[in-house]
């Protein structure tokens, strides 16, 4: 089975998880790197490795660029956007049954010209996901957090919080919820506390009850209270109104194992669920725990 695989930012940690696992991977599917060889081969001699045998790689139309450490440039940026490219036009052709997407860097992406803050949002685009929501959850087995809203300002969530939407999300992300019920997140302290300190739960309660009307079962449960939301519940999945609300006790739980799906598109993607890491970039300390599940989750998806 080929899987395809964007560098991301090769400034960052990328890689150094790509070049030191190519022969793990190998064992799971038939990676098509989409990189130049070239760029492979100035990587592996910085870290000071072996270029590994048998790369399969798939030239973006993009320069390649200069490799510097930790720093943010448009080069760089111009080119993780090729990859990506490179790897999702793979999948739609078919010439591949997944893609894999390694961490960009998301100013690199705007110094480039690249009208989108990150792979869900240009997913979305590219894809025309007008009818269907192209829906990010990150997890591990134990723990998944969908985001209702994902990489937008936090000034701009609460006015996002609409009954119509939010249930229109839920009943897209109730065919992955595989062990109910799934618990959905007040926006406010307390969940509002009755209206005292909000009025967004109005919405989200009202949003839930449509969503289980329609589905004719109590697939969703909530608005729980955030900051208690995780604490003996034992749920497995859980809808975030924003992002950090949802990732900051899956990444305090589980970040070096858990993933990055997103869900409700024509092709299978998966990614890590880290950043470039540029405090430890060409360093060899870069953690490939993610990366190694990400591949298996694709592969795993491919085969159903």
Wanted: aromatic share 8%.
């Amino acid at each position: 089975m080929k899987v395809a695989i964007s560098i991301g930012d090769s400034n960052g940690i990328g890689l150094e998880i790509l070049l030191k696992n190519h022969k793990r991977i190998s064992k799971l599917c038939t990676p098509l790197y989409c990189v130049e060889k070239e760029l492979l081969q100035e990587a592996a001699r910085m870290l000071q490795i072996k270029l590994p045998k048998h790369l399969k790689c798939i030239a973006p139309n993009a320069k390649i660029p200069p490799i510097m450490p930790a720093k943010i440039t448009k080069e760089s940026g111009a080119y993780s956007y090729a990859s990506f490219l490179s790897a999702l036009n793979l999948t739609l052709q078919g010439k591949a049954k997944a893609f894999v997407t390694l961490p960009i860097h998301k100013k690199a992406w705007q110094l480039a010209g690249i009208p989108y803050v990150g792979h869900t949002e240009a997913l979305r685009d590219l894809l025309k996901m007008k009818q269907k929501q192209a829906i990010m959850v990150l997890g591990s087995p134990k723990l998944y957090v969908a985001l209702f809203t994902d990489h937008i300002p936090l000034q701009s969530v609460p006015q996002s919080i609409q009954v119509q939407s939010l249930k229109s999300f839920l009943l897209h992300f109730a065919p992955y919820v595989t062990k109910t019920p799934c618990g959905v997140l007040g926006l406010n302290p307390h969940a509002g506390d009755f209206g005292v300190l909000g009025k967004e739960e109005e919405a989200i309660t009202q949003a839930i009850n449509k969503a289980n009307q329609t589905l004719k079962k109590q697939v969703f449960i909530g608005p729980l209270v955030p900051d208690t939301a995780f604490v003996g519940k034992h749920l497995r999945y859980y809808v975030a109104m924003y992002h950090d609300q949802g990732l900051i006790p899956l990444k305090t739980l589980y970040f070096k194992e858990s993933i990055n799906l997103t869900l409700n598109l024509p092709v299978i993607r998966t990614s890590v669920d880290h950043g470039t890491a540029f405090d430890i970039a060409y360093q060899n300390k870069a953690d490939s725990t993610s990366y190694l599940n990400a591949v298996k989750e694709a592969v795993f998806r491919a085969k159903k």
